[in-house]
């Protein structure tokens, strides 16, 4: 018997062979499942034999199912919550249901699975030491873009999630925004029957996407690699020759921001680098 609480439950992104036995015993033993998709998770629920009583608990209706869930915890039932794919939470309802329950003093346990990214980037070839999950990019290009550009001079590896619909669009501002070699991975239909994972340059990736309409089709994981870390020799001479001046005028500090403000460079390295133009210069 499990204790009352909220089982968060993984499921599989493609291939149900990835279904861990602990979340088909999960999924048979509470006394309800709260999915995203009701239809989506009843075919599921049939593969693997599995009679459990069924509501709906999408963004649409996340706090008006709050109370129908805390009510079977307050019985002394149990409730699984679980999304069409992958972990629930990641880049899908979920969160309100978990942070109300957590609030109302019972338990929330993960019962762990797949997670569509982090499959992505285990195979994609990409630094996986420190990364940034991003989520959907917005729909509209203007604002896709300004999202881009605040990412621009991130180090670490980027992680997105993209639909078919807009997958070549957003590439294409990718290659606008970060540059054209910039090298990107898609994980296309991950675990399923054309799973795709493809790394090459932007100016590349998009071209053989174009030539291939199918694959345009299915959903993207999209990791870009970091931009690389900023150098003194990658400061261009002008920008220096400003630095310079400044210092001899201004503590590092102050000389730091004012060229930062003249030359687009960030302070931060701006700043470092006078240090080590002092520091060699006595």
Same mark, same amino acid.
């Given at each position: %018997? ?16 990835? %279904? ?29 034999? *599995? ?78 030491? $420190? ?12 604002? $896709? ?20 619909? $807009? ?6 501002? %990718? ?10 991975? *898609? ?9 795709? *994972? ?10 053989? %996407? ?34 310079? *001046? ?37």
């Amino acid at each position: %018997m499990l204790e009352p609480a909220l089982y968060v439950v993984a499921t599989p992104i493609g291939n149900l062979e990835d %279904m861990t036995p602990r979340a088909v015993e999960t999924l048979r033993s509470v006394a309800l499942i709260a999915a995203e998709d009701t239809r989506h998770t009843a075919r599921l629920l049939g593969h693997f034999n *599995i009679d459990t009583r069924l509501i709906s608990v999408h963004e649409h209706n996340e706090r008006q199912r709050i109370d129908t869930i805390v009510h079977q915890l307050a019985s002394g039932a149990s409730v699984a919550l679980v999304s069409d794919a992958g972990t629930p939470l990641i880049s899908d309802p979920g969160y309100v249901v978990v942070k109300e329950i957590l609030q109302a003093g019972y338990r929330v346990v993960p019962v762990p699975g797949c997670v569509a990214f982090v499959a992505a980037l285990s195979a994609a070839g990409l630094p996986t030491d $420190r990364f940034v999950f991003e989520g959907f990019l917005s729909s509209k290009s203007g604002a $896709r873009q300004q999202q881009l550009k605040s990412l621009a001079q991130e180090s670490r590896t980027l992680v997105f999630y993209e639909s078919p619909h $807009r997958i070549l669009a957003s590439l294409q501002d %990718m290659a606008m925004v970060f540059g054209a070699d910039r090298t990107v991975a *898609i994980a296309r239909e991950l675990t399923k029957t054309y799973e795709t *994972i493809k790394s090459a340059p932007l100016s590349e990736l998009i071209v053989w %996407m174009q030539a291939d309409s199918n694959q345009q089709r299915g959903e993207f994981v999209v990791l870009v690699q970091g931009a690389p870390k900023a150098s003194g020799d990658e400061v261009n001479p002008q920008a220096l020759s400003i630095l310079d *001046i400044l210092c001899t005028e201004l503590p590092v500090s102050q000389a730091a921001a004012l060229a930062a403000k003249i030359t687009g460079i960030k302070k931060k390295q701006l700043y470092q680098l006078a240090l080590e133009r002092q520091s060699a210069n006595e």
